[in-house]
């Protein structure tokens, strides 16, 4: 009975280090300036009108975690963020979805249906104007073998600025 015990405090401590990396500010509306050290190692661009967008590996915050091999990408407007976007397409260990509900507190509850059954998944949640929005992926026939794990966390406010600004880029070209 002890051993099991030990086996399972340990079980959780080792699960609760695995995401244990300082995300603190990679949130919705933090300032673009508290991200200089990011700016000067990884391309800041505009991929839209007003929108500056920066794309880092997660290596570069987290010596070596669960998350390994995610890709970040910081949306940016008025000098505030206001997207962030979490991919993996390597790691097939749900560490996305760990993620949003440890450190975001998304809520996101597993459908074992889906899980089961090998069939994408993809929840979605509001909470306090940021909408939190999780995709897991699992190639089937030419593409059995691909991967992609997404977490997107949006602030609802500008969602429609960004989808006019590409409607009217689409439309001029």
Avoid: H, W
């Avoid at 099991?4 to 699960?15: E, G, M, N, P």
């Avoid at 963020?81 to 397409?89: A, K, L």
């Amino acid at each position: 009975m002890k051993k099991t015990l030990l086996i399972f405090l340990f079980s959780i401590l080792i699960s609760s280090n695995a995401l244990a990396c300082d995300l603190s500010k990679y949130v919705i509306g933090k300032d673009l300036s508290s991200f200089d050290e990011e700016k000067k190692a990884f391309f800041l661009t505009e991929p839209l009108k007003n929108i500056k967008s920066i794309t880092l590996p997660i290596e570069y915050i987290c010596e070596s975690s669960e998350l390994d091999a995610t890709l970040i990408s910081l949306f940016f407007m008025d000098d505030k963020v206001i997207r962030i976007i979490f991919q993996n397409q390597l790691a097939q260990n749900r560490s996305l979805f760990k993620l949003a509900n440890n450190n975001y507190k998304a809520g996101f509850r597993k459908n074992e249906r889906l899980i089961n059954n090998n069939e994408p998944e993809q929840y979605g949640v509001e909470k306090n104007g940021i909408y939190y929005l999780y995709g897991n992926f699992r190639g089937i026939n030419e593409n059995t073998g691909n991967f992609l794990e997404m977490l997107e966390i949006v602030d609802k406010r500008f969602e429609d600025v960004a989808t006019e600004e590409a409607i009217i880029i689409e439309e001029n070209d």
